[in-house]
């Protein structure tokens, strides 16, 4: 009992500083202050709710889960892209939170990133398996075998909760709008390296466009942000080594290679004469 | 109604995008030293070009171009490309999915591929830290 109420003495103060728009009121997003109770556990979300049942019931954001699970609560909190709900205010250490909603996507309302975007590239990439008899997914035959080590080539990259961090990290999203984006890029090789998928021709128009996979320049802060260390920076490299020794294979094999290479033999030309016999 | 905001970082999101790891500015640096090297190469070219126009216009050429300003410049170039370079060599290997680990189920406290090329970061850019204090000693001191 005596820990309880010690848990929830207010230990600090804290200003939470608040992007705040209203397309319906609102010509530009603004910043607005709420003083917040802090107590010993409390996450920034609960502040968030702690704002909207005291203070201001008209502030808006994304949450369902509260444990890092949903992906929902993504935001811009004090210089970095994580979840409301598995940051604790006091372990930020600050007196003052600036809150904004995730940046490279645009804002429905105060901190409600506009996902569709996000979610359509997501689609592009096709996120499923894809066999090359199309039935044998709906009426199958026998189990799909997977080995240990097969499912370790892309379970990390299963972890992915779509929450957008990644894109609100990442340098190439801040400036190339068709960019796929670390989140699809990564489900993208998920599928490929999956032993049981046969879908890698029918996804590469989409990983390997202009837009696609080699605009990614190793900056690393996708890895960085994740809040389920899927390392979306990894599967994006896997993918361009794939890529890049796939083709090559490809070449190599390919007939116009091997024709080159024939002409290459050297032949007689007809039109110059012999030389005569050796007279010695 | 006003329009929704793009709420795009734009270039100076490749800066000030967030608090995130020196990668990050690797990045920036990496781009910013890239550009630098070509504005420096097409200016070499018009400037090796003015020979061309016989001796004494090369040699106007090159007085105009012995400032300490424009030595500074050179030496920034070195700079750039001490940094390009090994920086380059580290991306080259990364980007083809070596040195930077396997998957693995993820285990908080995770441990990413940036973890994994992280000591070759740190003895490639103590590398070209030398190249450039050589490079500078060379420049002022050593090479008047």
């Known amino acids: 009992m005596e820990n309880s109420k010690q848990t929830k003495e207010t230990v600090n103060n804290v200003i939470f500083e608040v992007l705040r728009y209203n397309p319906e009121t609102d010509k530009k997003p603004r910043l607005e202050e709420y003083t917040v109770k802090v107590t010993k556990g409390m996450t920034v979300l609960d502040g968030l709710n702690w704002i909207k049942e005291n203070l201001d019931n008209t502030l808006a954001w994304r949450s369902s889960c509260r444990m890092g699970v949903c992906g929902s609560c993504a935001m811009f909190i004090n210089g970095r892209a994580r979840l409301a709900c598995n940051n604790q205010i006091m372990h930020i250490n600050t007196k003052?939170?600036?809150?904004?909603?995730?940046?490279?996507?645009?804002?429905?309302?105060?901190?409600?990133?506009?996902?569709?975007?996000?979610?359509?590239?997501?689609?592009?990439?096709?996120?499923?398996?894809?066999?090359?008899?199309?039935e044998e997914l709906d009426n199958p035959g026998n189990e799909f075998f997977q080995s240990p080590e097969e499912l370790a080539n892309y379970i990390q990259f299963a972890y992915c909760i779509k929450c957008g961090i990644c894109l609100a990290a990442c340098p190439t999203c801040a400036t190339d709008d068709r960019f796929t984006g670390p989140m699809a890029l990564t489900q993208g090789w998920r599928y490929v390296s999956d032993s049981r998928d046969e879908g890698a021709e029918e996804r590469e128009q989409e990983l390997f466009s202009r837009h696609g996979v080699w605009r990614c320049h190793f900056a690393g802060a996708c890895s960085d942000a994740c809040p389920k260390g899927v390392d979306p920076a990894m599967a994006i490299q896997l993918l361009k080594r794939d890529m890049f020794f796939k083709q090559y294979e490809k070449r190599k094999k390919s007939p116009a290679r091997r024709e080159t290479e024939e002409s290459k033999e050297w032949k007689p030309n007809p039109d110059i004469p012999k030389p005569p016999d050796p007279t010695v | 109604m006003a329009s929704?905001?793009?709420?795009?970082?734009?270039?100076?999101?490749?800066?000030?995008?967030?608090?995130?790891?020196?990668?990050?500015?690797?990045?920036?640096?990496h781009r910013i030293s890239g550009i630098g090297i070509l504005v420096y190469f097409i200016l070499h070219i018009f400037v090796t070009g003015s020979r061309l126009g016989g001796p004494e216009k090369w040699h106007s050429t090159m007085s105009f171009f012995e400032t300490p300003l424009f030595k500074f410049g050179e030496y920034l170039v070195f700079a750039a490309f001490a940094?390009?370079?090994?920086?380059?060599?580290?991306?080259?290997?990364?980007?083809?999915?070596?040195?930077?680990?396997?998957?693995?189920?993820?285990?908080?406290?995770?441990?990413t591929s940036i973890h994994h090329q992280r000591p070759w970061l740190i003895v490639l850019m103590i590398l070209a830290a030398l190249f450039i204090v050589v490079g500078g000693l060379d420049f002022y001191i050593l090479g008047e």
């Open chain 1, 96 to 134: 003052k939170l600036v809150i904004k909603p995730l940046p490279n996507f645009a804002i429905i309302r105060d901190l409600v990133p506009d996902f569709e975007d996000f979610f359509e590239k997501h689609r592009t990439i096709k996120p499923f398996l894809i066999r090359k008899k199309a």
């Open chain 2, 4 to 29: 929704t905001p793009k709420n795009k970082l734009g270039i100076r999101g490749w800066v000030c995008g967030g608090r995130y790891v020196v990668e990050r500015y690797a990045y920036i640096i």
């Open chain 2, 83 to 111: 940094f390009h370079a090994l920086n380059g060599l580290r991306l080259f290997f990364n980007e083809l999915g070596f040195l930077i680990g396997k998957p693995a189920r993820p285990v908080f406290p995770y441990k």
